[in-house]
Structures are given as C-alpha cells and as structure tokens.
C-alpha cells in the first residue's frame, strides 16, 4: 500500500464541533488553536502523538545547546 501522510485533528474541539463540513479546513487554519491538533504522521509514522513530537526530548537539550553558544558569542 501507499505511505500514509496525515494531520489528526480533535473532533470534539468546539470550533469543529460547531462549524459545518464546507468550512472545517478554514476553521482549522484561521481560528483554531494548538489544541485542536491531536498528531501528525509521516510515511505511516507518528511524528507528533497526543500533542507531543516523538523527538521532543532531543529537539529541546539541541535547542538549549544552540541558545548556550549563542550566549557564548556575547
């Protein structure tokens, strides 16, 4: 079968609950919130799950990494 790429979305988020089928991508893109988004998956991976990315440990010590040498340089 083909990869699967995709972005869930809280079904139960109140501006999706209210707003009709026609609108629900614009109600997702203009007027939602991050908690509306549930995951992302890549290639049939989970690359966010329940709001978390599964490298959330790894992309936080290599940001604070970045923002040490960057106050190095000062």
């Avoid at 109600?27 to 690359?47: E, F, I, P, Q, R």
């Avoid at 290599?62 to 923002?67: D, Q, V």
């Amino acid at each position: 079968g083909q990869s699967l790429d995709c972005v869930v979305l809280d079904a139960n988020y109140p501006l999706f609950a209210e707003s009709n089928l026609d609108n629900i991508i614009s109600t997702w893109v203009y007027a939602s919130d991050s908690t509306a988004h549930l995951g992302t998956m890549v290639s049939g991976k989970w690359l966010i799950k329940t709001q978390q990315h599964i490298q959330k440990e790894a992309i936080s010590l290599s940001f604070k990494k970045a923002i040490r040498s960057l106050a190095n340089r000062l």
